[in-house]
């Protein structure tokens, strides 16, 4: 019997698909957009016109696959006529966990009106995994006008005093931008409109740059006149340019050869309220030195002499600067602006000394107090801004030239003496301002530094026909009002002539002068300084209700 065939018989082996033969998941990218930022050119966060802009951000790939063929789009919800920029940008593939840096330059000019810009930025990738949308809404602003001026200037000489040739002078002007736009790319130039003029500094152009609303910048321009200079003012032209240039305005200024002019300091800036915008001008002076009232009327029977001795330091040996009067001068060349002009003195009968000497102060009493003799019903103003200073023995009161020390005043002017020279000539009227001390302080320091303690000076009344103003009382200084120039009662003084424009009594000056500089003393120095007044005789109903005009 024959066996089956093995080869009729079909074996079957199965073989188990393990999980490393399946294929692999795809890995996706995730894009995010971070970090947005816009810039402006003004930093005031608007897109003004004609402004370059940016908004800035990061792409990142927060995924684990890669991002193919990326492209950033941006687009604005309603058009925005006046503004551009790039709808697209070609990034391309972004790797995990890198980043890309998109800037997105946004210009507007001229038909920009204000309303808002609102953007949406979003990233696309070609596969369709894009980011989520963002949107930005930024402010725009319609075109402003810039307003670029000199809004003041001042000359000046090193030790003050009318002009010499060969001699350096020093123009400063405040350029300001008085409009509601900015103003950018802002130059000034200074041109002399005469020959025999030379600048003394390197170059007389300025690149300002950019102006906001308000804002004031201070140039100075040294310059000289030659001895062959022969007109008897000086112009010199101060061109401004701007980005636009339509929005400057050219200035000229000038200054006379005759003209009395301040020395060299610095000078603080002021406002005074503009007539269009919520802008302050901006000043090199206060404002008590412009807008001087005048009177029409002039008194023939008025006299007055006015001292301001600022500079101590040059007639004397062993002391600085600090020891001089500072704006003394200033002080007294503006009350004889308004003596003359508010109070209406003949100008020809008005004496202003600067910086005098023992001799200069008597000559001009005596020849005050002879004037005022020869003259019916005559009436004589003193003002005096300068150091003073009590005998340290008997505590009698003395005002002090610039040539007299503080350690021997022989040759001091002595305040009872002023009273009786000054009665002698029969005047009706005698009317003393004294911004001085007497207690032996100062306005920056003691004339007499090393005397260590104050003194209390003894004031006596005057006589009947005077009344007598005085800036402190007791041991206190007569201090400065540093941000506007003058000393502290002076500029109150000023400050009521200019409201009153001069018709005002006695007893309204005295209560505001007591009133005023007690307080802003203590505001603006923190110190005391009280006005005292003291009337003839001790007089005072007499006096109160007399108008000093």
């Not at 330059?105 to 609102?118: F, G």
């Not at 003393?432 to 000076?457: H, Q």
């Not at 007791?474 to 200019?498: I, R, W």
Request: glycine share 6%; net charge negative; aromatic share 8%.
């Amino acid at each position: 019997m024959l066996a089956p065939a093995r080869s009729q018989i079909k074996h079957v082996n199965y073989k188990t698909t393990t999980v490393q033969e399946i294929k692999s998941i795809k890995l996706l990218p995730d894009l995010v957009i971070r970090d947005i930022i816009f810039t402006d050119e003004n930093a005031n966060r608007i897109i003004n016109s004609n402004e370059l802009n940016e908004i800035s951000l990061k792409l990142v790939n927060e995924g684990k696959g890669v991002a193919e063929g990326v492209t950033f789009k941006v687009a604005t919800k309603t058009s925005v006529p006046g503004l551009s920029f790039i709808p697209e940008q070609q990034v391309g593939n972004i790797l995990p966990g890198k980043s890309v840096d998109i800037k997105i330059p946004l210009r507007s000019d001229m038909r920009l009106q204000t309303s808002s810009a609102e953007f949406t930025l979003v990233a696309v990738e070609q596969n369709g995994f894009d980011s989520f949308a963002y949107q930005v809404i930024i402010p725009t602003q319609q075109f402003q006008k810039p307003d670029v001026k000199v809004v003041d200037a001042f000359f000046s000489t090193e030790r003050g005093g009318k002009i010499v040739r060969n001699y350096p002078i020093n123009l400063k002007i405040l350029v300001q931008n008085l409009g509601m736009g900015d103003a950018t790319d802002v130059r000034a130039a200074f041109q002399f409109m005469r020959e025999n003029c030379i600048m003394l500094d390197s170059t007389n152009r300025f690149d300002i740059g950019s102006l906001k609303p308000g804002q004031v910048v201070e140039l100075e321009f040294p310059f000289t006149a030659t001895r062959r200079y022969s007109d008897s003012y000086i112009p010199i032209r101060v061109e401004l340019a701007e980005k636009f240039e339509q929005y400057s305005r050219d200035t000229i200024v000038s200054v006379g050869l005759n003209q009395s002019l301040q020395a060299n300091r610095e000078l603080i800036i002021q406002g005074i309220p503009s007539e269009n915008y919520d802008i302050n001008i901006a000043s090199l002076v206060a404002e008590v030195d412009r807008n001087i009232p005048e009177e029409m009327m002039k008194y023939p029977n008025k006299y007055a002499l006015i001292i301001g001795n600022e500079d101590y330091t040059t007639r004397q040996e062993g002391i600085n600067s600090e020891m001089d009067v500072i704006y003394a001068k200033r002080d007294a060349e503006i009350f004889m602006e308004y003596i003359v002009k508010t109070m209406g003195f003949s100008e020809e009968k008005v004496f202003l000394l600067k910086d005098a000497t023992a001799a200069e102060m008597k000559q001009a009493i005596d020849l005050i107090s002879k004037l005022a003799q020869r003259t019916r019903d005559a009436e004589i103003v003193f003002y005096f801004a300068g150091h003073g200073l009590p005998d340290e023995i008997t505590n009698i009161p003395y005002l002090v030239p610039v040539d007299v020390t503080g350690s021997s005043l022989l040759n001091a002017i002595k305040l009872n003496d002023l009273y009786g020279r000054f009665e002698e000539s029969n005047a009706k009227k005698i009317t003393i301002f004294l911004d001085a001390c007497f207690s032996g302080g100062g306005r920056n320091t003691e004339l007499l530094a090393s005397r260590g303690i104050r003194v209390k000076p003894k004031l006596d009344v005057p006589p009947a026909n005077t009344i007598v103003f005085s800036a402190s009382s007791g041991e206190q200084s007569a201090l400065p009002y540093m941000s506007k120039q003058h000393g502290m009662f002076t500029y109150y003084l000023l400050k009521k002539l200019q409201d009153s424009h001069g018709n005002i009594t006695y007893g309204e000056l005295a209560s505001y002068l007591q009133t005023q500089v007690s307080l802003q003393s203590l505001l603006v120095n923190q110190k005391e300084q009280d006005p005292q007044v003291i009337y003839g005789n001790n007089n005072m109903d007499v006096w109160i209700n007399l108008n000093i005009k």
